[in-house]
């Protein structure tokens, strides 16, 4: 009996510090938008950040083959929506990669220097391309949503 009136208290002492430890958070939710291009360029635009990462799609990268050589702008440029940016060669063809919007290019991704084939792989996740800030958000409405781009891919 003891025993049980010991866990008892316990459990009650249990409750009143995580009770006085919980601290009040307001609910935040990050809006992650995934827009695509005419040309095969997808961004994933994370709206709490302002900040877009900029990869080919699937099908882009079924239809240029097994990658080769990735050609991509440099960190700290500014770039306009629909100008190239860069370029994607592979086995079969070689493809410019353009700006699905404007902004200022953040960082990019370094690994596709030694392993371009990682647009292969994963090229919406572990292939993507680079980073930027927005210039203007906004020109995300002009693109396609997913389902439209797979519309547009089946025409």
């Known amino acids: 009996m003891h025993s ?16 006085s430890c919980s601290v009040s958070r307001p609910l ?12 095969h360029e997808l961004i994933k635009f ?12 699937d099908y882009a ?11 991509l702008p440099e960190a700290g440029e500014s770039i306009k929506q629909g100008e190239s940016v860069g370029a994607v060669e592979s086995v079969k063809a070689a493809s410019d990669i353009f700006a699905p919007v404007s902004g200022e290019v ?14 292969n792989k994963s090229p919406e996740d572990k292939g993507w391309l680079f980073q930027l ?6 020109e995300l409405d002009g693109l396609l949503s997913e389902d439209d781009y797979k ?3 089946e025409s």
């Open 4 to 19: 049980l009136r010991y866990a008892s208290s316990l459990a009650s002492a249990l409750r009143i510090q995580r009770a």
């Open 28 to 39: 935040m939710r990050t809006i992650v938008t995934k827009r695509f291009t005419t040309d």
């Open 46 to 57: 994370d709206d709490e950040s302002g900040i877009g990462t900029v990869s080919i799609t």
């Open 61 to 71: 990268q079924k239809s240029l083959g097994d990658v080769v050589f990735v050609e």
């Open 106 to 119: 953040l960082t990019i991704n370094e690994e596709l220097g030694d392993q371009p084939s990682l647009l």
């Open 133 to 138: 800030k927005l210039a203007e958000p906004k």
């Open 151 to 153: 519309t547009h891919c």
